[in-house]
């Protein structure tokens, strides 16, 4: 029997806010343990939560950018559970009325698109961290992330396979980042996801019984997780067996997925409103002033460079990879008005440096400005491709304009034709034995003769006169 895999995921991403979701205590990650806490986000008894208008505002940026509906009205939730990095005992959430309902976004696989919906977001505070220490006799609590705001991103079921996983993933999180509401920093936590996963008979329209997989802090791990939950469901369905739900953690080092709590010990949560918070209204006027200030989003980008630029999908997809690296190429494509060249030398020249040198492309020592100066003195003339490369390494490394770089150190092309008769000439001089046998039909040592020619030249000479010159010089003879 063939079975289908039936997948949903429950992304949890922090929002970029300076201060925490109920008090005023900062955000900053990595800070002294507890230097970031206040009798709010410490759960001490009698104090009042108060709202932080940023975290909705953000949640509703997302939710407007995956085509969700919002909700005017937004209440909160106490959910209920005993943990020693928990210290109210309940988290706030939302939970009948979230914030953003009914969404999806579009993913691509193999070239064709899927719709994955999103049945909700809503907005919930971070819990603390427990810090368990082998050579301490005994474990310590970190409050500086209790109070934190989240965002709970609930998919529906939509998803088939380990690569759509990812490819919602992939794309959730490049919005996120686009938004700026979210630095998408999964292995500091920033952006986490559990995965829900059964398998189904081909055909049968009921899902079968799932299984929670937690602690995948990558990508590649989800992906890996998911192929792994996939075969092992696979394997007990297809000997007569039956999956049992629970929660299983992902074990990277070892590739599997581990058993960690069954449905028997699933937290009954009792959740119930919140008494300390109000119902939040939001006005329609401030969710279309919201919808306003949407960037364009990462999809719509690319597209509209494939469209405007006439580049391949493939180089829109690799410009697009962050608002910063798609503001530089389209300065570059724009002004320059060789959007194809632009893009040659952004993804092969400019993302390969930044890699070596582990650079962010706002550091990039090569302007876009600059960038489009050398893609001038190309077309116009002054240098050859050969010699901009060069030139390129020069600007990487010290920051000069390229026009100063070609002046110092004389790189201007030879276009003036005598000249390049005159090193023509020499070299089909210097080499008798070549020529003979290239005019007795050996022609592939054409490029030999080019390449001594430029050697002559220092690479400077025009790579179509030379061309020309010696196809018209070794027929002659
Ligand atoms: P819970 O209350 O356990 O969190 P939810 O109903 O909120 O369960 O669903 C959590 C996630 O699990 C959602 O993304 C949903 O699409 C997914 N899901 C629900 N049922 C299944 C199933 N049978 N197989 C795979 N995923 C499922
Ligand atoms: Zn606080
Ligand atoms: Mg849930």
Known sequence: MEFEPVIGLEVHAQLLTNTKIFCGCSTRFGEAPNSNTCPICSGMPGVLPVLNKKVVEYTIKMGLATSCHINNINTWARKNYFYPDLPKGYQITQFAEPIAEHGYVDV???????????TRIHIEEDAGKSIHDENQPASYIDLNRAGVPLIEIVSEPDIRSAEEGVGYLRRLHEILVYLGICDGNMEEGSFRCDANISLRPKGQEKFGIRAELKNMNSFRHVHRALEYEIKRQQYILESGGHVVQETRLWDEAQGVTHPMRGKEEAHDYRYFPDPDLVAVHLSDEWIEEIRKTLPELPLAKRERFVAEFDIPLYDAQVLTASRALADYYEEI????????????????????????????????PVSAHSLVSMIGLIEDGTISGKIAKEVFEEMW???????????????????????????????????????????????????????????VTKGKANPKLVNDLLKKKLSEG
């Not at 691509?108 to 999103?118: A, F, L, Q, S, V």
């Not at 194809?340 to 890699?355: C, E, F, P, T």
């Open 108 to 118: 691509e696989i193999n070239g064709n698109k899927k719709r994955i919906g999103i």
């Open 333 to 364: 494509a724009r002004k320059s008005g060789k959007p194809k060249i632009a893009s040659n030398w952004v993804m092969g020249d400019v993302l390969g440096h930044l890699k070596e040198d582990r650079l962010e492309i706002d550091e990039s």
């Open 397 to 455: 490394n010290t920051g000069k304009e390229p026009g100063t770089i070609v002046e110092e150190k004389g790189l201007v092309q030879i276009t003036d034709t005598s000249a390049i008769e005159q090193a023509v000439d020499d070299v089909l001089a210097t080499n008798p034995t070549q020529v003979n046998e290239y005019r007795q039909g050996k022609e592939k040592l054409f490029g030999f003769f080019v390449g001594q020619v430029m050697k």
